[in-house]
């Protein structure tokens, strides 16, 4: 290993510590840790576990980007549960893998929410907003429209997300933190049914 890889990799481990740290000092965080959870959803990712988990999808927006790579975030969530979970009861290394794609795909939601024009009704995207220093806009309210799932709203930004004006989406990601890591090799942009399906079960 080079000595800029291992500075880079030392990196990764230090930013994933202090993320862990991060969401181990929220209320009630510990205790979820030592149940063997961190996101709190059903199997299909909505709106509605956005806002839920509001706290974590922030913070890792603020330590990684508004696109990170499922790799850092997988080691993020591995040193969650390593401060959290009882001695000698481990999660398996599958199961922290699958986590951070959730997490990862309701950050990929949240981004895709924050290019509409429409004000979220929900108080927990309303502060992810808040927190990553993103203006919440003043259009109508988002009340009316279907929901956003991270399938949905996948399948309508694949065919171009006309519906958002460019210079929003510059404003959006000028306001959002710069580590922007991208898909490392081999890694999808969603993960796959049995994916989600599997993280939220601890085998």
């Not at 800029?4 to 481990?13: D, H, M, V």
């Not at 390593?82 to 939601?109: C, D, E, H, Y």
Request: proline letters at 5%.
């Amino acid at each position: 290993m080079t000595t800029k890889a291992g500075e880079q990799n030392q990196s990764e481990k230090s930013e994933a510590k202090a993320l862990a740290k991060q969401w181990m000092e929220q209320e009630g965080m510990k205790e979820r840790g030592a149940a063997g959870r961190i996101i709190l959803a059903g199997n299909h990712l909505t709106r509605a576990d956005l806002s839920v988990n509001w706290e974590i999808v922030a913070k890792a927006i603020k330590v990684y980007g508004s696109r990170p790579s499922v790799f850092v975030l997988e080691d993020a969530v591995a040193e969650f549960f390593a401060g959290t979970r009882p001695l000698g009861k481990p999660v398996p290394s599958n199961f922290a893998k699958n986590q951070g794609w959730r997490i990862r795909n309701l950050i990929t939601m949240f981004v895709r929410i924050a290019k509409l024009p429409h004000r979220p009704t929900e108080e927990g995207i309303r502060r992810i907003y808040e927190a990553v220093d993103i203006p919440i806009p003043e259009g109508r309210s988002s009340s009316s429209l279907p929901d956003v799932s991270d399938v949905e709203d996948g399948a309508e930004c694949e065919a171009g997300c006309k519906v958002f004006a460019g210079i929003l989406i510059e404003m959006i990601l000028g306001l959002m933190p710069s580590y922007d890591q991208g898909l490392e090799e081999g890694e999808e942009e969603q993960a796959t049914e049995d994916a989600c399906e599997e993280a939220t079960m601890l085998n």
